[in-house]
């Protein structure tokens, strides 16, 4: 016993130059890959982008940006500093109060420590830095395009992507919404053998509590431990407010929580829910039993959809890219306010289809179809297209839109409802040609040694597995 007690401590911990190293490693794989890409294209796409961005610019100096989403964060991590009412305040001129857990509003502690004005040029630089790591994400989560072409790919999403709309108004309030979007992504791309994986998943829910679908997707499609993971990070959001905000946490959870008046209107076309969606349709701000109805149909169509893509697996290719925007696209939808930024996902969902149209093209002619290239472009219009803005909306209008106005109001909810509709189309369709059943057949991992013994059904459109990265 005394010799295993030795040699346990001569087992070596982790060494902080190693640690170190790692981290080096870590902040350089950007730089490395930036070099390492194709040299022309990559001078094209920061042309592009610096050309795209300097536009933007300008615009939006034209425009104006009132980012008063950021000065209500700033204003919960002064009510934090000072021991203020958090759910007590209003500021700007719309009277906005805070909306988000206490948890959230801890996190904004360092923007009371810099000015307005330093805040807005740092926030709009580093959501821009932050649609690129999405776009980065994105990518690794669709195993598209090659490794050496993704730089590429992430400078001309951040130098373009802020001409989408949800991305535009992002930057518009600054939001956070790409934060978290990058925290979900990062966290679902990671191996499922990672004993961590959902813990930003749970932060992430701990700061809106939509994010929190995205467990359900994790508990439905058998990664049991990374749903309780988030959870328990959840769990620990709750604890770290109710350890430091007590008052504020048991506002925000016993009453604060169920008035919607502080988030918004319901019927405004700034919502781009069902719920709102059925508000409009239904010309009354309270949809009541209808809408509520509606969302929970969609919710549970949605994790269906999402669970049946990532079972799915030995005959869909980029079936979890598939299963985790299905998530994303149901979570968005049938949250009772969904902003116009809250739908930042449109990047991974636009990525996912780019996949199928550049596999789609690859095709030889004599087999090629035009199918996803239309569905494609279509859907990039939808989200640059600002449509929900073009119809008369001041005031009360939102009540009172024609029927031509309801399509343009409510672009969002049936771009999403459509690409579920499609996702399910596509899921049947492989399957079938796999001569599978419709249902059952889980997926199996590369490391369940099971798989090997089960023979892969035949796939006319079977890619070769996307190298991990």
């Known amino acids: 016993m005394q010799d295993e007690h030795r040699a346990a401590q001569a087992v070596p911990g982790p060494h902080p130059a190693a640690t170190s190293a790692r981290a080096a490693a870590a902040l350089a794989a950007p730089v490395r890959a930036v070099r390492e890409a194709p040299r022309r294209p990559m001078l094209i796409a920061g042309a592009v982008a610096f050309v795209s961005l300097l536009t933007y610019a300008v615009v939006r100096h034209f425009v104006g940006t009132s980012m008063v989403d950021m000065i209500v964060y700033r204003a919960e991590g002064s009510a934090v500093v000072n021991g203020g009412d958090l759910y007590g305040f209003r500021v700007t001129e719309w009277s906005l109060p805070a909306t988000y857990p206490p948890f959230a509003a801890m996190l904004f502690v360092p923007t009371t420590w810099f000015g307005i004005g330093f805040l807005r040029v740092a926030i709009t630089v580093g959501n821009v830095v932050l649609l690129g790591l999405l776009a980065h994400l994105s990518f690794k989560l ?149 809408a509520t109805l509606a969302a929970a149909l969609v919710a549970v169509a949605g994790i269906a959809i999402a669970a049946w893509a990532f079972r799915s697996a030995r005959v869909l290719p980029r079936a979890e890219a598939w299963g985790v925007c299905c998530a994303a696209v149901t979570a968005v939808l049938v949250s009772p306010i969904s902003w116009t ?15 199928e149209a550049a596999h789609e093209a690859s095709r030889p002619a004599a087999v090629r179809r ?14 640059c297209s600002f449509g929900m803005w073009l119809v008369p909306h001041k005031g ?49 991992s590369a490391a369940d040694p099971a798989a090997a013994s089960v023979p892969a059904a035949p796939a006319p459109e079977r890619q070769q597995a996307p190298a991990a990265g």
């Open 396 to 444: 009360d209008l939102d009540q009172h839109l024609s029927p031509l106005s309801q399509l343009p109001a409510a672009v969002y909810p049936l771009v999403g409802l459509c690409f579920l509709l499609v996702a399910a189309l596509r899921i049947r369709s492989r399957r079938r040609a796999a001569g599978l059943p419709l249902l059952g057949l889980p997926a199996r």
């Open 142 to 290: 669709v195993g598209w395009p090659r490794r050496e072409l993704r730089p590429v790919g992430v400078v001309l999403i951040a130098g373009c992507g802020v001409w989408l709309e949800p991305v535009f108004t992002t930057l518009r309030y600054g939001q956070v919404n790409l934060a978290l979007a990058c925290l979900i992504l990062w966290d679902l791309t990671r191996s499922d053998a990672r004993l961590a994986k959902g813990v930003g998943i749970g932060i992430a829910a701990g700061v809106k509590l939509t994010p929190g679908l995205f467990a359900v997707y994790l508990l439905v499609t058998g990664r049991v431990r990374a749903a309780f993971v988030a959870g328990f990070a959840f769990l620990g959001t709750f604890l770290l407010g109710a350890l430091f905000l007590p008052d504020a946490t048991w506002g925000y959870w016993t009453k604060y929580l169920f008035d919607s008046t502080r988030v918004g209107k319901t019927e405004i076309v700034d919502n781009q829910s069902v719920r709102g969606a059925v508000a409009r349709l239904l010309h009354t701000p309270e949809p009541g039993l209808p």
């Open 341 to 355: 930024h809250h739908w930042v996902w449109c990047v991974p969902v636009l990525v996912l289809l780019a996949a």
């Open 370 to 383: 035009l199918r996803w290239r239309p569905i494609l472009v279509a859907t990039l219009i939808a989200f």
